[in-house]
């Protein structure tokens, strides 16, 4: 089946550090990527998202790169901030076969950024 | 905002319990998915409605169950609640598979 596994965390940096968030997928065919963040008290957000392998998706200078050779998609950023604290999501998604576009998560990275 | 608009955002209920979950799916999307996250599991997803139909199984528990409305609307029905059903309840939608899934914030269910 399908699975996502992300880097263990919890992730510390200081202000203006660089981000690196590894994911690694399990998955037949096709999928589709995502980045969701979870900001303290809040929902799930979409962060960025690549659906075709070599796509970058970026966001509030997030980066992602679909790289299907090593079935990865690492989060990226170069100067974090304090805002940018949360817990970070990996996940996949398939249009086809059973799944119906249903996604499935990581297991979820918290980052915490101080000043 | 995503669009989607779930309710009670915080319920706080007694063991053997019932508590029903509500989700407006963002305007005009035909899919909604119900997801539980909670410390132990993290995000598991329970199950996918499209345009009223079932589409989508996965760890949902006998004890619960969900339905989409004419309106697209969804309920998601917990009973004989037990302590481990405490968890945050995330409802999405998305206008099909292949797109984007948005969530809603989410209901938190405090289960005592």
């Known amino acids: 089946g399908n699975s996502v596994t992300q880097m263990e965390g919890p992730v510390t940096l200081s202000e203006e550090a660089f981000l690196t968030i590894n994911c690694t997928y399990t998955a037949t065919g096709y999928p589709s990527l995502f980045w969701y963040v979870q900001y303290p008290g809040e929902g799930l957000q979409l962060l960025l998202k690549a659906t075709k392998a070599d796509d970058k998706g970026s966001n509030k200078g997030f980066e992602a790169t679909y790289r299907k050779e090593t079935t990865s998609f690492h989060l990226e950023k170069g100067s974090v901030q304090v805002s940018d604290s949360a817990v970070y999501f990996c996940?996949?998604?398939?249009?086809?076969?059973?799944?119906?576009?249903?996604?499935?998560f990581g297991q979820g990275t918290i980052l915490t950024v101080h000043p | 905002d995503s669009g989607v608009t779930q309710t009670p955002k915080h319920l706080i209920t007694a063991t053997g319990q019932r508590v029903t979950l509500r989700c407006s799916p963002r305007?005009?999307?035909?899919?909604v998915y119900w997801y539980q996250q909670s410390l132990d599991q993290g995000l598991q997803f329970l199950i996918q409605?499209?345009?009223?139909?079932?589409?989508a199984k996965g760890n949902i528990l006998e004890r619960f169950s969900a339905q989409q409305f004419p309106d697209l609307h969804s309920e998601l029905n917990l009973s004989s609640l037990e302590l481990g059903d405490s968890a945050l309840y995330f409802c999405a939608s998305s206008a099909g598979a292949g797109n984007t899934i948005y969530f809603g914030e989410g209901s938190w269910l405090t289960v005592v």
């Open positions: 996940a996949l998604s398939r249009a086809g076969g059973t799944s119906y576009g249903k996604l499935t």
């Open positions: 409605y499209y345009n009223g139909e079932e589409r």
């Open positions: 305007s005009g999307d035909l899919s």
